[in-house]
């Protein structure tokens, strides 16, 4: 049920993100990996860089951040980058968006939807 939850919505709250942490401390997997990514299904989170381009009056600038964050697909042509804080304050602005993770190709989309959630990350949601 719960699988199917996060597949068939854009968004995962915070208590399915925190049961799947559990489930990992339960295996003995480290939840916050600072170098590598760790899987459980369809999330995963790991340290990442984010390459972004903001549209201005001047033309587009090119900025990249790393930090710590969940990728969830949500369908075979998009996906869900949930960064936890602290973040860039105009990363929610971007057009364009790629994500750089370790020994995996990068995820490059187009940014459709932003939110700041509760608990103070960032979720961005992207097409590919």
């Known amino acids: 049920m ?5 597949l068939g919505h854009f968004y995962v709250d915070f208590k ?4 799947l942490r559990i489930l990992g ?7 916050d990996p600072p170098t590598q ?11 990442i860089r984010l390459d972004y381009l903001l549209d201005t009056f001047l033309g587009p600038i090119a ?7 969940l990728i969830i697909p949500i369908t075979p042509g998009a996906f869900q980058v949930q960064v936890q804080a602290p973040f860039p304050q105009d990363l929610h602005q971007a057009h364009t968006v790629t994500v750089f993770q370790p ?3 990068p995820l490059t989309g187009t940014l459709v939807h932003a939110r700041r959630l509760a608990n103070g990350d960032l979720e961005l949601q992207i097409d590919v």
């Open 25 to 31: 401390e339960k295996m003995n997997l480290d939840p």
């Open 63 to 69: 900025k990249s951040v790393e930090c710590e964050a």
């Open 16 to 19: 399915a993100v925190k049961l």
């Open 103 to 105: 020994s995996k190709q």
């Open 37 to 47: 990514c760790v899987e459980w299904s369809v999330i995963m989170t790991c340290c």
């Open 2 to 6: 719960l699988r199917n939850r996060l």
